[in-house]
């Protein structure tokens, strides 16, 4: 969906989603394990992570909060003339429950805050939450800081 740039510039307190639900796979586990060095047993050894609190593997908590890159822009509209948008950081981020190996997560956001800092850059302060599907406490909540930058 594309919005104008003046409706983005106004859209301080729209929410969008939920968006679909995704998979997370012990596949992408092991592949984002072996990406960021981290193989504790909890995330990619099914038969020890048995007999931890979670009875099964786990994605990293890293692992969800990545998935937001994909995740987001499937749910937010696209303002006209844009040129890219750039990850410019998180002010909060709670990791609130564990997603399990096999689990589905989706998305939804809240536009806290849109302001222009300079001519053709906008920076987007979105609430984002990402729910786990048949679980009532969500995987993660986090406010992600995104500067949009605009065809001159």
């Known amino acids: 969906m594309t919005i104008s740039k003046e409706d983005f510039l106004n859209s301080k307190g729209a929410v969008y989603g939920p968006g679909e639900w995704f998979k997370v796979d012990q596949g992408r586990i092991n592949a984002f394990a072996d990406a960021t060095d981290d193989h504790q ?5 099914p038969e020890a ?11 990293h908590g890293f692992l969800t909060l990545s998935l937001l890159a994909y995740l987001v822009p499937k749910i937010t509209p696209v303002p006209e003339n844009k040129k890219m948008g750039v990850n410019y950081g998180l002010n909060k981020l709670r990791f609130l429950q ?3 190996e096999g689990s589905e997560i ?3 956001a809240k536009v806290l805050d849109v302001a ?6 906008v ?3 979105t609430e984002v939450t990402v729910e786990i599907k048949g679980q009532e406490t969500p995987a993660l909540i986090a406010e992600w800081l995104g500067m949009t930058f605009f065809e001159d």
């Open 98 to 100: 564990p997603v399990a």
């Open 49 to 59: 992570a048995k007999d931890t609190p979670f009875g099964g593997t786990i994605a």
């Open 123 to 125: 920076l987007v302060n």
């Open 116 to 121: 222009e800092k300079r001519p053709g850059q």
């Open 106 to 108: 989706r998305m939804t």
């Open 41 to 45: 047993f909890i995330h990619v050894d």
